[in-house]
């Protein structure tokens, strides 16, 4: 839908409104304040057209979201950066400002639902590290069989995706920030020292959120999500992904390397409301 000012999108929300008469489940609407109800309304979601309006989202992507539980991107808390301790940074800053939440309904929902381009980012060239696929794929693949999930294949596209982001990270940005409109799932992981870390040294940070992660209560809602600090496992681990590309890139010299590893999944994990089916116990 081409750009169209606040009163346009007020009216087709009113058409909306008359096409949907009965509540729709908080699962499926992209609110974080809405996560505490039980339902939200289409009057809710007129009432915060102007949300929608600041953050560029169009009223067909919330009719997308209705149709289905929308996607979580991978989150902890994590922000400290000392030199020496590597952090996966979940709460990943918005370039653009806006919150996080809604950063990730913006890259990761609307573009699984394959309904929106991808953005295009202009990346410096650099020399690329060895991401040693053989020894990566190992490395999700041994976490995978612990929780009956199937094997990963490597995939060159998705490899060459996360490459382009890797690199843009480490010359244009210089912190961790989740790519937007990729359809892809994305781990991110950065750390600081004397060497240069690897895949291994990420999916080892990934997997060990594990500890946070509920099997006996799976997230209802992105509250819960949020609070569990274990979205990089999930989407390690998450039985619906099938395909692995991983790129890392380097910022510095030793002591103070700054490595930034990308990894993306096919088809993306982490959708609400799908976690049981998805995220086995070992």
Not at 174 to 202: I, K, R
């Amino acid at each position: 839908m081409s750009t169209s000012t606040l009163f346009e999108k007020e009216a087709k929300a009113l058409q909306l409104k008359k096409r949907l008469k009965s509540p729709v489940s908080y699962r499926r609407l992209p609110f974080e304040v809405f996560a505490a109800d039980d339902t939200v309304s289409v009057d809710d979601i007129v009432s915060n057209l102007s949300v929608v309006e600041e953050l560029k989202f169009q009223i067909d992507f919330i009719l997308m979201v209705i149709k289905r539980p929308w996607v979580l991107s991978q989150s902890t808390s994590v922000t400290d950066t000392r030199i020496g301790v590597p952090k996966c940074w979940a709460n990943h800053p918005v370039s653009d400002g806006a919150p996080n939440f809604f950063q990730t309904i913006h890259a990761h929902a609307r573009s699984a639902l394959r309904e929106y381009p991808a953005e295009e980012k202009t990346v410096t060239k650099r020399e690329h590290v060895n991401v040693g696929k053989s020894a990566c794929l190992d490395a999700h693949n041994r976490a995978r069989a612990s929780h009956k999930s199937g094997s990963l294949e490597w995939d060159a596209g998705l490899a060459e995706d996360a490459q382009k982001w890797a690199d843009h990270l480490a010359n244009d940005v210089g912190h961790m920030v989740h790519a937007q409109n990729t359809g892809e799932g994305e781990n991110l992981f950065w750390s600081m020292g004397s060497h240069v870390a690897n895949c291994e040294d990420a999916v080892r940070a990934w997997v060990s959120e594990e500890a946070y992660y509920r099997y006996d209560h799976p997230p209802r809602t992105f509250n819960e999500f949020s609070a569990s600090k274990a979205g990089h496992f999930t989407q390690v681990v998450w039985k619906g992904t099938r395909k692995l590309g991983v790129a890392i890139s380097t910022k510095g010299k030793a002591p103070t390397v700054e490595t930034f590893i990308v990894a993306r999944y096919s088809p993306p994990g982490n959708w609400l409301g799908e976690f049981s089916e998805n995220v086995m116990h070992p």
